[in-house]
Nanobody
Framework: QVQLVESGGGLVQPGDSLRLSCVASGSGFRVYAMAWFRQAPGKRRELVAS???????NYEDSVKGRFTISRDNAKNTMYLQMSSLKPEDTAVYYC????????????????WGQGTQVTVSS
């Protein structure tokens, strides 16, 4: 089965930067659209940014101008470069992807990583 693994989270001060990575691993699969979600304590999981196979990106208003989503299709890897971090960015960040296996007729968008904690605090 395909797995998604996030990395790069940590504790930083307001104004600092972090880069998150998400790697898809397995055999005989194709990765289509990918996205970053986040979930803060007591809140629902929300979409942060998404990116298509050909790297067309969309962002939530709260992160526009501060976050950049990108991907390397050859490495099945997605990134989230976060700058000018604010305390309200504190959350567990999850990788999501639409993935199609060798015998699937359409991709499934229900692939999730385990999450990586981002904490922004002074």
């Amino acid at each position: 089965q395909v797995q998604l693994v996030e990395s790069g989270g940590g504790l930083v001060q307001p104004g600092d930067s972090l880069r998150l990575s998400c790697v898809a691993s397995g055999s005989g699969f194709r990765v289509y659209a990918m996205a970053w979600f986040r979930q803060a304590p007591g809140k629902r999981r929300e979409l942060v940014a998404s990116i298509t196979t050909d790297s067309v990106a969309n962002y939530e208003d709260s992160v526009k101008g501060r976050f950049t989503i990108s991907r390397d299709n050859a490495k099945n890897t997605m990134y989230l470069q976060m700058s000018s971090l604010k305390p309200e960015d504190t959350a567990v960040y999850y990788c999501n992807a639409a993935i199609q296996g060798p015998y699937d007729t359409i991709p499934s968008n229900d692939y999730w990583g385990q999450g990586t904690q981002v904490t922004v605090s002074s």
